[in-house]
C-alpha cells in the first residue's frame, strides 16, 4: 500500500494487539511501552483507547489481555466461511480414521492462515490455531495452494530467490527449489511437509477446490515422524478423500 495514505496510529495500535495477542496476561504498559518503543504516554493513550473500546481488557495485576470485542470480530470473520462448518462435520471422522490432528487452512500471498482444526488427544499439542499464519513454503498447507497459482503470482509472493525465514533445517531454502517441488504436488494432486515446519513431525495436504475448479483452501494431516513412516499412505489417501468431500468440483481434486 502507498504510505501516502498511511495512518500511524493504526499501525501503532495493530502491533500493540498483535503483542498481547502474542502473551496474553503476561505484558504491562511498561512493557509493551519498552517492547515496541513507544513512550509511556504515548502507550498510556493507545492502551486507554484500546481499553475503552473493549479490544484489551486490564487485568488485576496490570497485564492486558484481548477484549471480548476482538473475540467478536473474530467470530464474525470465520464465521464468513461456510467450509469450516463442513470441515469439522468431515474431518471429526477423518481425525478417528486417522488418529490424527486435521487442519484447514487458506492462502494469504506468501502464508498460510489456519482456519479451524479437529484436533486429537496428543502429548504435543500443535501450533496451528485458528488465526496463526506459517510461511506458505514450509508447510504442505502452503505448498498445496501454491501449486496451483501461476508463475507471476509466485514471483510476486517469493521476489527474492533466498526464502525466509527457515523454521528448521530442513525448510525450503530457495524458490528455485521450491518452484520444482510445486510442480511435483500438482502431478501428484498433493504436498509434503518432511519436517520442514517443526522438527519431528511430518504432514501431507490436498487442495480444496471451489465449483469452478479454483483452489480455495487446503487440509491436512499432521503426525510424529514415527507415526509417519508407519501411517503415511493411509494418510495420503484419506487426506486427499476429505478435500474431494470438501470440495464443490471434486473431479478436480
Known sequence: MDKKYWVPAL???DAVLQAIASEPSALRLIDLSKRLG???SSMFSLLATLEALDWVKRDADGTYTLGARMGYLGHAFFKGFSLIDRFRKEASVTKHT???TIQLAKLERHEV???AKEEMPSPVRLASEPGLKLPAHA???GKAMLAWQ??????AFFPEEALEPAATPHTLRSREE???QLVDVRDRGYAFDLQEAVMGFCCVAAPVRDSA???IAAISCSMFLHEWEAKQEQAIREICALARRLSQNPGLV
Open 11 to 13: 499501525e501503532k495500535a
Open 38 to 40: 513507544y513512550n509511556k
Open 98 to 100: 486417522l488418529g490424527e
Open 113 to 115: 492462515l489456519y482456519l
Open 139 to 141: 508447510t504442505a498447507l
Open 150 to 155: 501461476e508463475r507471476s503470482e509466485l514471483e
Open 178 to 180: 521450491l518452484l520444482k
Open 213 to 215: 475448479g479454483s483452489v
